[in-house]
């Protein structure tokens, strides 16, 4: 007795799926994890001043002042938030005494200075 098998489209199909599951499951968590100050148009690079503005730039770039606060994110450590902000985890710590190193809350609001 030899069985006939039938072409199920399903039996292509599913593989496939799974493969383009995979592919955009990578791009978006490859994606999550930037955290780009520039596109929240704060803390970012300094650009000098723009020629609408009608003065002359001197060429002197002034330095960047540092934001007060971080707010955390789901999934951030102090070692996370230090590389991010470039404040020291030790500073971190002696700021904000109340927090707990090992469970941060995300929305709590840290100081950076």
Known sequence: MSEQRTSNPLRILAPVALVLFAIVLLVVVSSSGVDDDSTKGGGGAFTGQSAADGKKSTGK???????????????????S??????????????????????ALDAGAKLKLR
């Open 61 to 79: 770039a002034r330095p960047r002042r540092r934001r007060a606060n971080y707010t955390v994110k789901s999934g951030d450590s102090l070692g």
């Open 81 to 102: 938030i230090s590389e991010k902000t470039g404040v020291p985890i030790e500073t971190l710590e002696q700021l904000n005494p109340e927090i707990d190193p090992q």
